[in-house]
């Protein structure tokens, strides 16, 4: 069984929430530290690498396409697991996103965007067909979404940690269906606003909104001794 990662940018996440709460609910929402806003792409060493595996995957290098799964596969499949809850499902999902991104692989074309929205996009496509085939409801169990490997050190730090993040997914499974996912891209997954935006097929101007919309509603759901 895959250990699930921890949650990437829970910490940005609440510090939002607070910052909203003390506002009283107004305000501007800045992108957080693990999530950049997609408006400058500087130089980027390992983005370049992983376009140039991507070029020779497309040429047909079958060790090139592995290398991009290999850095790609376990951020689908935390995405898959916020979404369906599931660790046997969302391997399943995981494992045909990279399948079909594999066959279409000729169709992937550059546009300034990390590939990872790309494989975002066709398993959330996964998603949406699973839950119209199956009507399939998000139920997420916290303590398995949080399960992550960790030492005995601090274990006082951990388990207050543990809790609060726990009050913060629950509030966060509260949301509506659109602001979730919102959330889950934008802090669990860390895309841009400009990816962001291509996934979910809005205007990135309709995601910062929504971004704020979401964070508003969590600062009202998330209890005072989770933030």
Not at 12 to 33: K, Q
Not at 98 to 126: E, M, Q, V
Request: net charge negative; aromatic share 6%; charged share 25%.
């Amino acid at each position: 069984m895959r250990v699930l990662l921890a949650p990437v940018a829970l910490p940005d996440l609440r510090g939002l929430v607070l910052a909203m709460a003390t506002a009283g609910g107004t305000g501007t929402v800045p992108a957080p530290g693990g999530a950049h806003d997609g408006s400058h792409q500087p130089d980027d060493p390992e983005r370049d690498r992983v376009n140039a595996l991507v070029t020779l995957a497309q040429r047909g290098d079958a060790e090139a396409f592995g290398l991009v799964y290999d850095r790609y596969v376990d951020q689908i499949y935390r995405y898959l697991y916020y979404r369906v809850g599931s660790h046997a499902l969302a391997e399943d999902l995981t494992s045909e996103t990279f399948l079909r991104a594999l066959r279409r692989i000729d169709s992937f074309t550059y546009t300034g965007k990390d590939i990872g929205a790309w494989f975002t996009t066709i398993a959330r496509n996964l998603v949406t067909d699973h839950v119209k085939s199956s009507r399939f409801k998000l139920e997420v169990s916290t303590a398995d979404m949080l399960d992550a490997d960790r030492g005995d050190d601090g274990i006082e730090t951990q388990v207050i940690e543990r809790l609060r993040d726990a009050a913060l997914l629950d509030a966060v499974r509260q949301l509506k269906p659109e602001q979730q996912e919102c959330i889950v891209l934008r802090f669990l997954q860390g895309l841009s606003v400009a990816e962001t935006s291509g996934v979910m097929g809005r205007s990135e101007g309709a995601v910062k909104q929504l971004q704020l919309r979401a964070v508003r509603a969590l600062a009202k759901l998330l209890p005072e001794h989770a933030r």
